[in-house]
């Protein structure tokens, strides 16, 4: 008898574990605050300034979420995960997602049970070598010692890239970009690997920048997005469409700078309004305030201006829009219509 | 019915599982054997409840799909085709090499460490005991990464060896080359008449011990001592290398060189693997020491003052009185010495050096998501090393052990 009632004890406290996991939202709005899965430090992308606030790219969409729930881009909290901790975190529910410079890939959406929502960074993969080394394509690295991050896609293309072209290499695997950076400066190895947008943004913090190129190369596609846990799809919508708000206000003309004014009363493009909440019950359909877009943008900017600011070119880092320009300019960037 | 009445004739009630002595220790056991299972059933239950709600199953399957990534160590063949299961094997064998060498380093560092910081000389005394506490007291995964930045921050990368006026040089007539990616040393090449030298070895190695036994008789029943260092030297030398020369050299090294990158042929051992291993043994090696010392110092002072007094030289008294004595009080927390120093390989991960936890418990881990099935095979290899360590050290220690006749 007793044995039952234990049992049954358990089956309920598995049952409210299962549906606690299964709302995301109600468990962030309960804590106060959303958790984010970041990377360890990548200047531009995630990383702490010397009074331990966290900016970049990546940084802004998990700022931009928690203005869309909050209004309040404060109320999150950064988890800094590597390249092997990240998907872990996310599954077990450590973090509520991550915007970690992660590729999307077939079986991460798939049997690693993630769902990537948007892709917020069209990449790939490039090598980055010494000047001095005098190597102008990566066809010429043949027996070269090459850093890689373990864990990620980019450990698995280097194989098939070499493997590709018959030449040989040394893999060095190194836990983060912090570590491979240093030994590749310390010239334990010849060249680095990783997406091109990390290379930029780990040259940027080099004494001498100008001393390494990237080669010309573009090894794979990664696109990089932020993911969810799969099953969620109420969560994964809120994500997605906060993510969708940054790109639809850069596209319509909505900036940090006049989107108070916009928002005051409703403007003669519908879009706009149902956007920042002037008309419609948008908000309502994924369970937040009419105004989630209007704090989303206002945290950060929109999509546009967040480039700019983190990784644009006139950042040390200095990427250009390219792929990630908006659909009208030629670019991938593209926000589904809000109706 | 009456005579078969037991000496208490007090009815049994259920109290006295608590009460009386003859019951209490089975209900204790029972309750606790109850409490073990439901935690455990618990255990499992709350896994498959979890596992389920992620909508992941619990299969080994992906051991068999293609791994796709390189591993810089690999004792057997290995590429990115092959499949993970060949991925994990390579991890255990580079484990397995930095256990085997760790071990063997960490107890000579260990015996020679615990007997000279006995030794009547102030300053080696002294400075032994540094050296175990300096070691003991730091967490070893510091000493790991310490050493590893020594080696890479130290050493010349392989371009410095280029150009005209190089500023580094390959040591031991251009055969050896110390650089920060690793340590080149010429490599043994073996033709096919090296069988014969290899057969000749083998018979000098029996020569040996049928060498060994026949000065040890001829002790016994003499008292001669031969020298039987030097002639097994020589027995196991000399033949070998006539042999060498009657059939041509058929060994011969094969140097490392500067190439492309760089250093190409010859044999390279990872800047990694000298760190983990250094590291394991030196830092094993203190508490080795310790053991080694409290050993020596638990054979009675007697045993010593005995042997001088039947003439016997210090180093003979070490080696044949005190040490065999010791032996039997060291070797029990010896094999718990090895068997942390083989777990604690797997610390490898912070040098990136690729043993099972790198490859198995990292990379296969994080590519197919498979954390549960890769952590409980690595914690089974773990276990089953162990239990072999402590199962082949036990023997040896029962054949030290003091015989009772
Ligand atoms: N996109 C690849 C690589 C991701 C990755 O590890 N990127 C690096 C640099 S682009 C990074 O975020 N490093 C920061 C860190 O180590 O924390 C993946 O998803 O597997």
Known sequence: MKKTVFLGALTAAGLTAAAASAATLDDVKARGKLICGVNTGLTGFAAPDANGVWHGFDIAICRAVAAAIFSDPDAVEFTPTTGQTRFTALASGEVDMLARNSTMTFSRDTDLKLDFVAINYYDGQGFMAPKSLGVTSAKELDGATVCIQTGTTTELNLADFFRVNNISYEPVPVENDAMAAQQYLAGACDVFTTDASGLAATRATFENPGDHVILPEIISKEPLGPAVRHGDNAWGDIVRWTYYALVAAEELGVTSANIDEMAKAPTNNPEINRLLGTEGEYGAMIGLSKDWAYQAIKAGGNYGEIFEKNIGENTPIGLARGLNAQWKDGGLQYAPPFR | ?405
């Open chain 2, 1 to 405: 019915m009456a005579t078969m009445t037991e000496p208490v004739s007090e009815p049994f009630h259920f109290s006295m599982l608590i009460y009386d002595r003859r019951y209490r220790s089975m209900t204790i056991q029972v309750a606790a054997l109850i409490g073990f299972l439901l935690i455990l059933s618990w255990l499992v239950y709350n896994t498959k409840v979890n596992l389920e709600t992620l909508g992941k199953d619990f299969n080994f399957g992906f051991l068999w799909n293609r791994s796709g990534y390189d591993i810089n160590q690999t004792a057997i063949p290995y590429d990115s085709n092959s499949t993970h299961f060949d991925a994990a094997l390579v991890g255990l064998l580079n484990t397995l090499m930095v256990a085997f060498c760790g071990c063997i380093l960490a107890t000579l560092i260990g015996v020679l460490v615990g007997v000279l910081r006995l030794s009547k000389n102030w300053l080696t005394a002294r400075l032994m005991a540094v050296y175990v506490e300096g070691l003991r007291n730091v967490p070893v995964v510091l000493w790991i990464i310490a050493l590893f930045a020594i080696l890479t921050n130290t050493t010349p990368s392989p371009n410095q060896f280029r150009g005209e006026n190089p500023t580094a040089s390959m040591l031991f007539n251009d055969s050896v080359a110390f650089t920060n990616r690793g340590t080149y040393i010429p490599r043994l090449v073996f033709e096919t008449p090296a069988l014969g030298v290899l057969i000749v070895f083998i018979l000098s190695v029996a020569a040996l011990i049928w060498f060994r036994s026949y000065a040890h008789k001829r002790q016994a029943a003499t008292g001669d001592i031969l020298p039987v260092f030097w002639i097994g030297l020589a027995t196991l030398i000399v033949p070998s290398v006539l042999a060498f020369f009657v059939l041509g050299q058929p060994i011969s090294l094969d140097y490392p060189a500067l190439k492309g990158f760089n250093f190409q042929g010859g044999f390279k051992i990872e800047n990694s693997f000298v760190a983990l291993t250094l590291a394991l043994s030196l830092y094993t090696g203190a508490f080795i020491a310790e053991n080694v010392r409290a050993g020596i110092m638990a054979v009675s002072r007697g045993q010593t003052e005995a042997a001088y007094a039947l003439g016997l030289r210090p180093g003979r008294t070490m080696n044949l009185v005190i040490l065999p004595q010791a032996l039997r009080i060291i070797i029990p927390p010896l094999i718990s010495q090895w068997l942390n120093l083989t777990k604690n390989t797997s610390l490898g991960l912070a040098v990136s050096y690729m043993d099972l936890r790198s490859t198995l418990g990292g990379i296969t881990l994080n590519q197919t998501g498979r954390e549960l099935e890769c952590m409980l095979l690595m914690m089974l290899v773990y276990l089953v090393l162990s239990l072999i360590i402590s199962a082949v050290a036990n023997v040896y220690n029962r054949s030290v052990k003091l015989k009772e006749r």
